[in-house]
């Protein structure tokens, strides 16, 4: 302690204390020195001198400057004061003994089992496989609690002695405690750090530290769902009120477990409405196989052609809401096993977790529960709108019924105008050119990447505009729809062998081909050369491999977080490692990708100027979106369709964000409804009427 703590403590004020001490150091002191000793203002230095020398402990001179100097009397009744301030702080001190080790667990044994615990020895089973610390003395863990819970008791007194450094004990004890209160199979340990210890309070600190700061036990072995989340060591001094802390802690426990219970349900609930959307939607989508496919009930023969116009889009739409139905539920699964693995834990009541983490979780499976319901949403409302149609088809062609078949226009979400892109056509035009030239005269600026939010018209532009581009300069375009796999190699080689890609002819050497799947990117560049001197053979002077979708071998987080903070992943390494490493003069790659993942694609790729490569469709106005209208009338023969009015499609624009499929999807109910309500105008309040409807956004 030091002497201006003392004084305080005997009754001094702590500024009178502060210059009392400096001029007992110093001797004669002006006022500015002390002031500048003290670091006091100047009028806290002038009143407390004021009030020393009224107390006669400090004299002022009669020269100036003046001078300040301590006298006999305050260092005789210092002295005096600390005597009587020790012999009464040693008399409240005696009469305190500290308490028996033994004397303690029995009073901490009966609190335990006042609150219904059954208190038992530590198994001498458990104690002989529990790795010891380093530690003289006894085991750890003195003895077990079951109830409720079951819980470890372990005192720390003076007889054992710990060998590690102060530095490191909070970090290695509450290591060492998960490992025995594991062992015998406790959810947590109480642990009281005797006050015969000289060490008790620095114990005490470093084990009531906050656990994130100290958990470092994943270097030493996994969680595996156990303990007390942030509360696996609940530490006293033996000297507390025990049985009011004892009992309280309890109590919390039984709380945050009745808590924490009724949300561990709703997650179960939420896990079954994920499964049953999955389901939903995977019936939806065989159901739509079954129509392109002329089962039952459409008898082909009646039906003729009818489909033969509208397949494409049809299985777009269907791959497409496939697709995220593969994407979604890989995401899924990761968190249904891993949340299932905790909730079993809870139910043997070996862990128990904070109410935020099951939040978390909760917030997590609500998120892919909304990424579900629309891709339900689409595949219904298509089968049914085809469902409907094929219906009508088959009854006008047996005589059944005298009306037209018809159907809502807007129901092909995808672009169904091969011929009419709208926008910026002559810029994707020049780009294609562009990129044909390069394959077939060999020069280095092979691959080039169209980028953009879903529906935009990526794919689009791929199959339309870039694919016809290279068939009219004798170069293969292979549409490659990248497959929800993390492997890029494996995805590139299962697209690449389809026999659907190749003639008759071909299609034998193809099945040769996939018989040796490649493991690295260096095989599956000699599988696409094979494919390229297959098509050389056909008279085509190169091949250009579209790689559309390629988020789709992405782990989900680089959709939802911060890219920048995450290497790039497996797939875009390899892609980078394809794009390097490709030998062949007549080869190219066209790759589409989500906007959204174009900066670490980028760092992935290391192309310094890669922007010059880069293009990106532009987004419809109201104007081209009047076009379309007019044109999905006039290809299915609709006279007298609702007119949309200018003002509802600036509203779409606005609250779609200018999406081209998500505007087509509101004209699509917006056409219903006017069919329905037999409306001949489609204003903003017919839009107020249907309100908002389902969109896919990831």
Known sequence: MSLEKALIAIGFQEPEANVTVYVLEHGKSTAEDIIAGTSLSRGTVYKALKNLIERNYITASDSRPVT?????????????????????????????????????????????????????????????????????????LDKVADGEYSFGIAILDKRRKLAYPKEMIGIILRNEFYRMTRAANCVATYLFVHTDRRDCQLLIQKLSQPQQSLRTRRSFEPTDNYGIENKELLCFRTDDNLPDKITSSLQEIHQRRIIVSNMARSLKEKIG???????????????????????????????????????????????????????????????????????????????????????????????????????????????????????????????????????????????????????????????????????????????????????????????????????????????????????????????????????????????????????????????????????????????????????????????????????????????HEILSQNVSESLGFLICCRGKIYPILKEALRVKNIEEFTHEPQKLEAKHFQQLIAHRYEMWSIKDGPEFELDVLNELLRITQGNTRDVIKYCRELFKFAVKSRLKIIDKATLKKIGSIPLFRY
Request: include cysteine.
């Open 273 to 575: 409405q994920i499964q049953e959307l999955i389901l939903l939607s995977q019936e939806h989508s065989r159901k739509i196989d079954n129509i392109l496919l002329g089962k039952e009930p459409f008898d082909s023969e009646k039906v003729g052609g009818a489909f033969g116009e509208i397949s494409d889009p049809v299985r777009r739409i269907r791959n497409r809401e496939t697709r995220n139905i593969g994407i979604f539920r890989r995401k899924f699964s990761e968190d249904e096993v891993r949340i299932n693995q905790y909730l079993d834990a809870m139910e043997r009541r070996i862990y128990l977790p904070e109410m935020s983490t099951l939040e978390r979780d909760m917030t997590e499976l609500e998120g892919i529960s909304e990424k579900f319901k629309p891709i339900e949403y689409e595949l219904n409302d298509l089968y049914a709108h085809l469902f409907r149609y094929a219906l009508s088809v088959t009854e006008s062609k047996e005589g059944k019924s005298h009306l037209q078949a018809t159907i809502n226009p807007f129901v092909f979400t995808e672009p169904y105008e091969k011929n009419a892109f709208f926008v910026d056509e002559e810029s994707i035009q020049a780009a294609a050119n562009s990129l044909a030239t390069s394959v077939k005269e060999g020069l280095p600026n092979f691959f080039q990447i169209v980028i953009g939010d879903a529906g935009i018209g990526k794919t689009h532009a791929a199959r339309y505009i870039y694919a016809p581009t290279f068939e009219r300069n004798r170069i293969r375009a292979l549409y490659l729809d990248c497959p929800v796999n993390y492997d890029l190699v494996s995805g590139i080689f299962q697209e690449l062998t389809q026999e659907s890609l190749y003639p008759d002819n071909l299609v034998g050497t193809i099945r040769e081909l996939r018989k040796n799947v490649p493991s690295t990117t260096g095989e599956l560049l000699r599988v696409i050369d094979q494919v390229v001197g297959l098509w050389k053979n056909q008279g085509y002077d190169g091949t250009l491999l579209i790689l559309d979708e390629i988020e789709n071998a992405l782990p989900y987080a680089f959709f939802e977080k911060d890219l920048f903070q995450y290497q790039p992943p497996l797939a875009l390494r390899q892609l």
């Open 68 to 140: 300040y100097s301590s006298t006999p009397q305050v260092s005789s009744d210092i002295k005096n004061l600390l005597e009587a301030f020790y012999k009464e702080v040693t008399a409240k001190i005696k009469p305190l003994k500290i308490e028996e080790t033994h004397d303690v667990l029995k009073k901490i044994t009966a609190i335990f089992e006042k609150n219904g615990y059954a208190i038992k020895d530590f198994p001498k089973s458990i104690e002989e496989r529990v790795r010891p610390m380093r530690v003289r003395g006894l085991a750890f």
